[in-house]
C-alpha cells in the first residue's frame, strides 16, 4: 500500500522556538494533504487542507500564522509550529491523497512535540 | 454541530470473540465512511471503507455495516486477536473538493488472552 513518512518522529524543543515537520508521500503523488494534531486519549482534529502550489485552508480556531503549511511538491508537506509554546504539544499526524486510488487518505506515523 | 461519535468509549472481549464496534453519524450528506485502526503512538491505519450507496462490506475478518436510516456505522471483527488491541476511529468524509475527514472520538479494544 502507499506509504506516507513523517520526520521527525520525536522532536523536544524549548518554548519560543520553531519546529518543522515534514509530511512526505513516498510512491505516490498527493495534491492534497491534511494536518491534523491529537491530544492524548482525544481523536484526531483537522487543523488544516494542504495544496501543492496554492495556500493551505485552515480549520476554523487554528492560527495559521503560527502553523504554517508549505507544499511545495506533489511529495512533500510541511507544518512549521512557531514560537511554540507548552500547550503546543500534542501528536502532529499529516496524511495525503491519492487521487489515483479514489481519494484515499493514508497517514503517516504521527510526530510527539514537546514543549519545555 | 454535526459531529461523528462513538457508543463505547472501551470494548473488553476475549480472544476468539467477535466484537462491534459502533459509530452514529449526523451529517446524511456524508458519502463515504472509514474505519481506522490505531496503536499507541501510531498514525491511524485503514481497515476497510464504505460507501453511502452500500449496506455491507467485507474484508479479511471485518466487515463494516452502513444503516443510513438510522445514520449508524459498525465495525464487527471475527475471531478477535490480542493484536487488534488498539483504538478504532469512525470517520466520515464531507463536502466536496478536497473532501475532508470527520473522526468520532474513538472507541479502545482490549483483547484478553
Known amino acids: 500500500g502507499a506509504v506516507v513518512s513523517q520526520h521527525p518522529s520525536r522532536v523536544i524543543c524549548k518554548s519560543g522556538t520553531s519546529v518543522k515537520i515534514e509530511c512526505r508521500s513516498l510512491?505516490?503523488?498527493?495534491?492534497?494533504m491534511f494536518w491534523y494534531r491529537q491530544f492524548p486519549k482525544q481523536s484526531l482534529m483537522l487543523m488544516a487542507t494542504?495544496?501543492?502550489?496554492?495556500?493551505?485552508?485552515?480549520e476554523q480556531g487554528v492560527e495559521k500564522d503560527k502553523f504554517l503549511i508549505n507544499h511545495a511538491s506533489l511529495t512533500l508537506s510541511t507544518l512549521t509550529v512557531t514560537s511554540a509554546h507548552p500547550e503546543d504539544s500534542s501528536f502532529y499526524i499529516c496524511?495525503?491523497?491519492?487521487?489515483?486510488?479514489?481519494?484515499?487518505?493514508?497517514f503517516g506515523p504521527g510526530t510527539r512535540l514537546t514543549v519545555l | 454541530g454535526e459531529s461523528v461519535g462513538l457508543h463505547l468509549p472501551t470494548l473488553s472481549v476475549q480472544e476468539g470473540d467477535n466484537s462491534i464496534i459502533n459509530c452514529a453519524y449526523s451529517?446524511?450528506?456524508?458519502?463515504?465512511f472509514i474505519w481506522y485502526k490505531q496503536e499507541s503512538g501510531k498514525g491511524p491505519q485503514f481497515i476497510i471503507d464504505i460507501r453511502s450507496n452500500m449496506d455491507k462490506r467485507q474484508g479479511q475478518r471485518v466487515t463494516v455495516l452502513l444503516n443510513k436510516t438510522v445514520k449508524h456505522l459498525s465495525l464487527q471483527i471475527a475471531a478477535t486477536q490480542p493484536g487488534d488491541s488498539a483504538v478504532y476511529f469512525c470517520?466520515?468524509?464531507?463536502?466536496?473538493?478536497?473532501?475532508?475527514?470527520?473522526f468520532g472520538t474513538g472507541t479502545r479494544l482490549l483483547v484478553s488472552p
Open positions: 494542504s495544496n501543492e502550489g496554492s495556500k493551505a485552508t485552515y
Open positions: 470517520a466520515e468524509r464531507r463536502g466536496t473538493g478536497f473532501q475532508k475527514l470527520v
Open positions: 451529517n446524511s450528506a456524508s458519502d463515504y
Open positions: 510512491d505516490f503523488q498527493a495534491t492534497t
Open positions: 496524511s495525503a491523497r491519492d487521487h489515483l486510488a479514489g481519494g484515499t487518505q493514508y
